[in-house]
C-alpha cells in the first residue's frame, strides 16, 4: 500500500532549488527564528544575473498590486497538512463517477488537488461564498431611495451646469 503525504509541498523551497540549479551565486544562507541554517535567493543578484544592463533599482513595468500581496504570495506557497476526504453518502455514485465535489477553503482545496490531481482536472469552478454567514465580507448591498439618491446627484448636476442653464 503506498504511504500518503500528510502534507503539501513546500512550493517556497522548491522554487528556490530551482532557481538555485540555474543560478548558484544567487542563493545565500541565512538562519531562521530557531537558529537553523536556510537558503534563499538574493533578488538583487538574480535581478542582474537576468539583465543585460546594470539594475540599479525597480524598473517601470505594468504588475497588478494590492495591499496585503507579498503576505498572499507567502500564504499560497506555504505547504499545509490536511488531506481530502471522500463523503461517499453525500456523493451520487461516488464508485462510478469521475466527478468530484469539493467543499473547504478554495485554496487549500487547489493545494491538496495539485499533487495527486496533476494533469487528470479537466475543470475546477469555484464557488466564492458572498454573503453567506462566513468570515468573507463583501457589501453588494447598493440599494437607496430616490431621495437620497437626488440629494447625491442634484450638488453635482448644478456644478456642472452651463451658464445658460443646459448641461
Not at 134 to 150: A, C, I, P, Q, R
Amino acid at each position: 500500500m503506498n504511504k500518503l503525504k500528510m502534507h503539501s509541498p513546500d512550493l517556497t523551497q522548491a522554487n528556490i532549488d530551482k532557481l538555485a540549479q540555474l543560478f548558484p551565486n544567487c542563493v545565500s544562507e541565512s538562519m531562521d527564528a530557531n537558529g537553523k541554517v536556510k537558503r534563499s535567493i538574493d533578488f538583487d543578484q538574480l535581478r542582474q544575473e537576468l539583465s543585460t544592463s546594470i539594475v540599479e533599482g525597480p524598473q517601470e513595468r505594468y504588475q497588478l498590486n494590492w495591499p496585503g500581496k507579498r503576505e498572499a504570495l507567502l500564504t499560497a506557497n506555504a505547504p499545509i497538512a490536511k488531506t481530502l476526504r471522500p463523503s461517499r453518502q453525500e456523493s451520487v455514485d461516488f464508485d462510478a463517477t469521475q466527478n468530484l465535489f469539493i467543499e473547504g477553503d478554495n485554496l487549500e482545496a487547489l493545494k491538496l488537488l495539485q499533487e495527486t490531481y496533476l494533469n487528470k482536472v479537466k475543470m475546477i469552478y469555484i464557488d466564492p461564498p458572498y454573503n453567506t454567514g462566513s468570515d468573507l465580507v463583501y457589501d453588494d448591498e447598493f440599494k437607496t431611495d430616490t431621495s437620497e439618491y437626488f440629494s447625491k446627484v442634484e450638488p453635482t448636476r448644478r456644478r456642472r451646469q452651463s451658464p445658460s442653464g443646459e448641461y
